[in-house]
């Protein structure tokens, strides 16, 4: 797959993170991040914000960094990406902490949100995590969506093709593509 990354602001990390993600999303996300530039909205995929390996997130989870094993999320498949929204090319919105999670802040957050949502993905800023305690979201969070595919199909693809990037079959990609 050859995509054209030549247009995108942020060379030195976005671009790598891109690179990282399971084909079945990168040209979305190619386009998720051009269609918010040409808002003036510069987003930035960190290079924690993308796939992580299973290895990784269990190392985190051991380390007490994180409360999710691998084959918990779907950055483990290389189907999730967080983005940071940035203010200009070199200064990050401010998010409102609300129990350590991002949520929504400004009007950007929404902008950057409905682009996301135009394009297929499922969007973190409207998840309600835990109804009992505060309403948390994870508005810099986008992924694959789970009515497409769930985390417990995706584990059963990983056994069986033996890779974290896994490849999903043709249905569900045109599935995702048609949205």
Do not use: C
């Not at 909205?41 to 007490?64: A, C, E, H, K």
């Not at 994180?66 to 940071?84: P, R, S, V, W």
């Not at 986008?142 to 497409?148: A, G, H, L, N, S």
Request: aromatic share 10%.
């Amino acid at each position: 797959m050859n995509l054209d990354l030549s247009e995108i602001w942020d060379q030195e990390v976005t671009t790598v993170s891109i690179g990282k993600l399971n084909d079945v999303i990168k040209e979305k996300v190619v386009t998720f991040i051009m269609m918010a530039q040409k808002e003036r909205i510069f987003l930035r995929i960190p290079t924690n914000g993308g796939y992580i390996s299973f290895v990784d997130q269990n190392l985190s989870f051991s380390r007490g960094d994180t409360e999710i094993q691998g084959g918990e999320t779907y950055h483990n498949f290389g189907l999730a990406f967080d983005l940071l929204p940035l203010k200009s090319i070199s200064e990050t919105l401010p998010p409102r902490e609300v129990d350590g999670k991002r949520t929504l802040s400004n009007e950007k957050w929404e902008k950057v949100g409905a682009i996301g949502k135009s394009l297929g993905f499922e969007w973190g800023g409207e998840w309600r995590i835990n109804e009992n305690l505060h309403p948390k979201f994870d508005s810099a969070h986008f992924q694959f969506p789970r009515d497409i595919i769930n985390l417990e199909d995706l584990g059963e693809l990983r056994d069986d093709q033996k890779r974290d990037l896994v490849v999903l079959p043709d249905e569900m990609i045109e599935k995702f593509n048609s949205q």
